[in-house]
């Protein structure tokens, strides 16, 4: 199976595809931001130097990144293909895990870049909701994404959370370091010849029959 790479702007969906290819394909998921979530939760080093930035919508130092996926990339269950969900978003990320691809003797895949204008991506930021537990992302107005109990996680029973920084305000903030550090990697992609182009649709089996159509290209 072909590795994934999602790239697209904060709450474009990627996590929910991610988990939606997870299911059809078997693809190891690697989300840097459940990641760094994780750290933050069991308040590790590495957790404290990340909270503040994540909760200001900056991004995490690359070092601290690469440390994260040079350890989940190796697991098992990455063995068959894997989608990475949040990485790389800098140049330097990219070109480092270029390094890492030739170091493991893997191949960089498809690079899926997901299109969605800011003001959907806003909308969608603010109402989402996600299980502290198991990471499931869910929608408070999407009637396709909506817990099947109201604050409740269909899967885990856990009680269901705004992130920190799925503010209106924080929103903004990605969204700037995004077309700063992230958005480059468009034309650094582009010209590896391995970018594919979807778009974000209100329903997400729409994006879905998309992106199977250019993995199965
Ligand atoms: P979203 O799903 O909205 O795109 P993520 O859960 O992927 O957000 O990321 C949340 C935050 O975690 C980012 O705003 C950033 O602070 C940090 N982060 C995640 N991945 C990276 C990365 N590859 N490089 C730097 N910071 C990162």
New binding site residues.
């Given amino acids: 199976m072909k590795n994934i790479i999602f790239l ?5 969906g ?2 929910t595809l991610s988990e939606m290819l997870q299911e059809k394909y078997g693809y190891g998921h690697i ?4 990641l ?2 994780e750290e933050v939760k069991k308040g590790s080093l590495l957790g404290k130097e ?1 909270e503040s ?2 909760k200001a ?6 070092e601290l ?1 690469l440390k994260l996926i040079k350890n989940r990339i190796v697991k098992p269950d990455c063995n068959n293909g894997y989608i990475l ?6 140049i330097v ?1 990219a070109e480092k895990y270029d390094e890492l691809l030739k170091e493991l003797n893997k191949d960089l895949g498809v690079v899926i870049y997901i299109e969605i204008d800011k003001e959907m991506a806003m909308r969608r ?1 603010c109402s ?1 909701i996600t299980c502290p537990k198991c990471g499931r992302i869910y929608n408070k107005y999407s009637n396709e994404m909506k817990p099947k109990k109201e604050g409740i996680c269909d899967d885990c029973g856990e009680k269901l959370i705004q ?1 920190a ?2 503010s209106e305000e924080t929103f903004n903030k ?1 969204f700037d ?1 995004y077309i700063e550090k992230t958005m480059p990697l468009y034309d650094y992609y582009k010209k590896k010849g391995v970018l594919k182009t979807i778009k974000a649709y209100e329903s997400k089996y729409d994006t879905f029959d998309e992106a199977i159509k250019v993995i199965e290209e």
């Fill in positions: 697209a702007p904060p709450a474009a990627k996590g989300s840097t931001g459940d760094l979530r990340a930035l994540m919508g900056k991004f995490v130092p690359d990144i969900d949040g990485f790389p978003r800098t990320q930021a989402r992130r920084d799925d990605r370091e």
